[in-house]
Each structure stands twice: as C-alpha cells, then as structure tokens.
C-alpha cells in the first residue's frame, strides 16, 4: 500500500517559542499513525533542529526543510545544503513549492537538480507542482503539470522515482480558501499518474503518493483524501492551527 500523508507547510510564519507550542500541542492531541501513514512537518530552517528533536522517538513523523540548494557545500552566501540538512538528520525536503517557482524563479531544470542532489543523500523530495488560474480556466492544466513532472523528474530511474513524493497544488487553490473539488482533485490526481504509468510503468506509478495541496482543511480533508489518487496533503493555513492539523492526519485513510 503506498504512503498516505499529511505534510504540514508553515511557510515563513510563526516565532520559535510559537513553533514550539504548536508542536507540543499537536503532540498532545489525541492522533494515530498507522503503518502506511506519515505526518510531516516543513518547518522553517532556524527551527529544523528544535523541531526534530520534538518529535525525536515518535514513529511516522518527519521534519522536512521547506527548500535546499543544488550544491554540496561552498561560497553560496545564505543557502542550505543538504550535506547540513543530513547532519541535523532530515529526511525529507519540499522542493518546487509554487511560491518559489514564482517569487524565486525556480525553473523546471532547476528543481531537477534539486531533486537529484536529494536523492544522492538519500532526502526524500516532495516535489510540488501545478497550475495558475488562468491555464486552469484554457483547461491547459494537464498539459502544464505534465510538463513540471517530465522536465523535473524524468530523468530519474524507477528506483529514483519510488523515492519521490509528488504534491499537486493548484495555484489558485493556495491561501485563497477556495479548495479543488474533491473530483477536480481525483482526475488530475488520475492523470498524473497515468503520465507516471507511461513512463514507468503501471506498478510503480501505483507505489509514489501524490498529495493535494490548496486550502485543505479539518472539515474538507476526509473527502479529499477518500479519493483513490489522493494520497494525503500538503497543508499550509490550517496547519498553524492544532486542532486543526489533527483532524487532518486524522482523516487519512
Ligand atoms: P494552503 O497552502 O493550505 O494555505 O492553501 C498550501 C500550500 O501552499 O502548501
């Protein structure tokens, strides 16, 4: 059965001690994880090692880096390699969130190399992709996240591409409350895994989770992730709030 997921992304909010109190109360919630489930948190970087050492001992729970650089280590001024995130003991990176493809000009070939500097350290990528209000509205959607996945990860072997992790977020979906429909969700879901089946075949397209991200709530969450092509969530907004980051992992199946 492949992995089902609630990954949460704070983005650039929250103080330390704030940081700390959310996770001590997400902690505290009653909540359960089984085998095949995980919950992830994409902290900001001054807060990685706080962060794992909360959740040090406790089964199916990562710290994940919001972003990573393409180089080993040198004169690159205010970047983080994944040399440090493997020290500090991080498993798992976002990479390509759509506020970096669009505030930081993060291309496709870019978030390839990011991707393969990744996986030689063996860092899970959780590699976002999808599209703006306006391709989604010329129905280009599939066209332009089939795109992002080719030119990112294509390159990869089958062994490579089992070790990824794929968040679709529809950019018109992000911080903006209005929320794919759970059929929305389920035929690009369908879809991207049909251009995963193309290239690797049916088998180990049906291994790599593929998460939905874009105002996912306590309230919206069961529906999305009942659908058989969404695998969990990427979860910014609702999950700087406990209760409701909670009902999220409780509500993957
Ligand atoms: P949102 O953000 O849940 O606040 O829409 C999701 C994301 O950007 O990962």
């Known amino acids: 059965m492949r992995k089902k997921i609630a990954a949460a992304n704070w983005k650039m909010n ?6 700390e109190k959310l996770l001590d109360d997400i902690i505290a919630l009653p909540h359960t994880l089984k085998k095949h489930q ?3 948190f994409a902290v900001p970087f001054p807060y990685l090692a706080m962060s794992q050492q909360k959740v040090a001992g406790k089964e199916h729970v990562f710290i994940a880096a919001q972003n990573v650089y393409t180089k080993k280590s040198g004169a690159y001024t205010g970047e983080t390699s994944v040399e440090m995130l493997q020290s500090i003991g991080i ?3 976002v990479l390509g969130h759509s506020e970096r493809r669009e505030y930081f000009n993060e291309s496709n070939q870019f978030l390839a190399d990011k991707v393969n500097i990744c996986l ?3 860092i899970t990528p959780i590699f976002c992709c999808g599209e703006a209000l306006n391709i989604r509205e010329a129905n280009g959607q599939n066209e332009f996240v089939g795109t992002q996945i080719k030119e990112s990860l294509f390159h990869l072997t089958s062994d490579q591409i089992l070790k990824v992790v794929i968040a679709y977020e529809p950019i018109w979906a992000i911080g903006t409350g209005k929320t794919a429909s759970s059929d929305q969700a389920q035929e690009i879901h369908a879809y991207i895994r049909s251009v995963l089946a193309e290239k690797y075949g049916t088998a180990i397209a049906n291994e790599i989770s593929i998460l939905y991200g874009g105002s996912v709530k306590g309230s919206n969450a069961k529906e999305l992730f009942a ?3 969404v695998d969990g969530g990427l979860v910014g907004g609702a999950s700087l709030n406990a209760q409701e980051f909670v009902t999220i992992i409780n509500s993957l199946p």
């Open 14 to 19: 929250l103080t330390l001690q704030q940081g």
């Open 38 to 40: 995980e919950a992830v």
């Open 91 to 93: 498993q798992v990176v």
């Open 120 to 122: 030689e350290y063996n």
């Open 227 to 229: 659908q058989p092509d």
